[in-house]
């Protein structure tokens, strides 16, 4: 069973910067593929980033390219999601996932084992 707990979030203007981070413990992190999902009100959660078990394969939404960046750092156990020039449609809540393989990445929500709990981010114009 692995636990995974967002932070980071916030209230900021429109193109300012954010570092959401995720922290686990228990489960296979090293083992695992990380995400980033996110769910705006009324809306159904979307993909956003996500990151290979060892860090050297990553994939970004097209709304995400070029703003936003993903890292993990295996012995903290810990994923990253720098988002720079924030608009205002990115306001949501920020759901870090994980799926327990070694190939591949996680772009998918019905892919993921575990969820963290969300992080709210919310941009202004």
């Known amino acids: 069973q692995m636990h995974l707990v967002e932070s980071g979030g916030g209230s900021v203007q429109a193109g300012a910067s954010l570092r959401l981070s995720c922290v686990a413990s228990?489960?296979?992190?090293?083992?695992?593929?990380m995400g980033w999902f996110r769910q705006a009100p009324g809306k159904e959660r979307e993909f956003v980033a996500a990151?290979?078990?060892?860090?050297?394969?990553?994939s970004y939404a097209d709304s995400a390219k070029g703003r936003f960046t993903m890292s993990r750092d295996n012995a903290k156990k810990q994923v990253y999601l720098q988002m720079n020039s924030l608009k205002p449609e990115d306001t949501a809540v920020y759901y870090c996932?994980?799926?327990?393989?070694?190939?591949?990445?996680?772009?998918?929500?019905?892919?993921?084992?575990?969820w963290g709990q969300g992080t709210q981010v919310t941009v202004s114009s």
């Open positions: 996932a994980a799926r327990p393989t070694n190939f591949g990445l996680l772009v998918a929500a019905t892919e993921a084992r575990y």
């Open positions: 228990g489960g296979t992190f090293i083992s695992s593929a």
């Open positions: 990151i290979n078990y060892s860090g050297g394969d990553t």
